[in-house]
């Protein structure tokens, strides 16, 4: 029992002397795991921030990734002394960077909320090929005196827009005390703004109440940058007011429909090349010398029409006489 006794202890202290052998040593100096995380974070937004200045102020730079190490107060020389501990261990340094990126989508998606809520527009859109992305008020009036007398939208685009979609613009007017005079009718503009800052635009005036539709195609080369439109009122009378409703932006994928193969049984039976219908070969028939055929006479050549001439009736009567006598029947 002792010597078992012994033997477990001798296997506990292999087992620990083993968790601190497989321990990576970090030198004094060195950040941890944590802090270096920390540092990243900051080092990498200050770098980004950065390489935004224009040409002219690349001097602050620097400034910026000082700014960043000078929060967790370290220096430049204290900041590469770290990374290049990390550098020989790529697996520590791999985890960090796994966390950094879960960091930094977290604090976009945050920050698309807060663009989103600044310019009164939809984080993103709806994903499908027939979706209606109208995400504002579905109804308006508007009186034409200044700051009520426009409606106003612009769609970032996202990952769910494709080269080639097509935009339904739906509103509906209304006029509940007749009908504006042409001059100062409503408007209705719609623009698709491609990434090559090329416009794709249409407009109308509204002269009567009833459903409006506008209807743009997007470029099949270039992507979309945005899309944006208005509704302009530009009348100055309080009792000319016009109601806005029913409003839908609808998107649609574009798809290429196959046509049908509509096979037709006659062209098939016209082209079929003749070396491939079968021929039929021509049954050879035995005919006496001198007995007449019954090939017509429009496919004999001259030849076989003077041989046929020269034979005499007797010698034909002598050679088809077998063939006409009648068959006796046997007696009973």
């Known amino acids: 029992m002792k010597r078992r006794g012994r033997f477990q202890y001798y296997i506990l202290f292999l087992l620990m002397l083993s968790f601190v052998s497989c321990e990576v040593k970090r030198p004094r100096g060195v950040l941890s795991d944590s802090e270096?995380?920390?540092?990243?974070?900051?080092?990498?937004?200050?770098?980004?921030m950065a390489d935004q200045l224009p040409y002219t102020e690349n001097y602050k730079r620097t400034l910026y990734i000082d700014a960043a190490l000078k929060k967790h107060g370290l220096t430049q020389a204290d900041f590469n002394t770290?990374?290049?501990?990390f550098s020989g261990n790529p697996d520590v340094l791999s985890q960090i960077y796994e966390n950094l990126c879960t960091r930094l989508k977290t604090q976009k998606g945050k920050l698309d909320h807060m663009v989103a809520l600044r310019n009164n527009a939809p984080k993103e859109s709806l994903p499908g090929d027939s979706v209606n992305i109208w995400a504002w008020q579905k109804i308006y009036r508007l009186t034409g005196l200044p700051f009520n007398n426009k409606v106003s939208f612009v769609f970032p685009a996202d990952a769910n827009f494709q080269v080639r979609d097509i935009?339904?613009?739906?509103?509906?007017?209304?006029?509940?005390?007749?009908?504006?005079?042409?001059?100062?009718?409503?408007?209705?503009?719609m623009q698709i703004v491609l990434q090559n800052d090329s416009l794709i635009n249409d407009s109308r005036r509204i002269y009567n109440a009833g459903g409006q539709k506008i209807t743009l195609h997007s470029d099949s080369i270039h992507p979309i940058k945005e899309v944006k439109g208005f509704i302009y009122y530009p009348a100055g009378l309080l009792d000319k007011i016009i109601l806005v409703d029913r409003?839908?932006?609808m998107r649609h994928h574009f798809r290429v429909i196959p046509k049908p193969v509509v096979v037709s049984h006659v062209d098939t039976v016209r082209n079929v090349k003749r070396d491939t219908m079968p021929t039929q070969k021509p049954i050879n028939q035995s005919v006496p010398t001198g007995a007449p055929t019954t090939i017509s006479a429009q496919k004999m050549t001259p030849q076989e029409r003077e041989r046929i001439r020269a034979v005499p009736k007797r010698q034909i009567q002598r050679t088809m006489a077998p063939a006409l006598q009648p068959v006796q029947q046997p007696a009973k």
């Open 36 to 48: 270096m995380e920390n540092v990243l974070y900051d080092y990498h937004i200050a770098k980004s």
């Open 167 to 189: 935009f339904h613009w739906n509103v509906r007017f209304r006029f509940p005390k007749g009908s504006p005079d042409p001059a100062h009718a409503p408007v209705m503009v």
């Open 82 to 85: 770290s990374m290049e501990w």
């Open 247 to 249: 409003i839908s932006l």
